[in-house]
C-alpha cells in the first residue's frame, strides 16, 4: 500500500528567498499565510534577528511548515 505524504504547496525557494531578504518583515510568514507571526516578526524586526536566522535555517533543511502544518518540501 502506497502511503502519500501531504506537502505545502509554496515553494521552500520563494519563502527562502523572501526569508533572507525581507525576513525582518516577516515576508516569507505572510507567504505561507502566517499572518499572526509574520506582524509579530514585522514588529519585533525578526525577532530581534533571532527569529529571522532560525526561520532560515528550518526553511533550508526543509522543516518549515506554513499555515496548515505542512512542510514546504518543494523547491
Known amino acids: 500500500m502506497e502511503r502519500k505524504v501531504l506537502v505545502s504547496p509554496n515553494s521552500r525557494l520563494i519563502a527562502l528567498f523572501f526569508c533572507m531578504f525581507f525576513g525582518w518583515a516577516g515576508l516569507h510568514r505572510f507567504y505561507v499565510k ?4 509574520g506582524f509579530l516578526m514585522f ?10 536566522f532560525l526561520d532560515i535555517f528550518l526553511i533550508t533543511i526543509g522543516v518549515f511548515k506554513d499555515r496548515d ?5 518543494k523547491w
Open 34 to 37: 502566517k499572518i499572526g507571526t
Open 69 to 73: 502544518n505542512l512542510p514546504l518540501i
Open 43 to 52: 514588529f519585533t524586526m525578526g525577532g530581534f534577528g533571532m527569529w529571522y
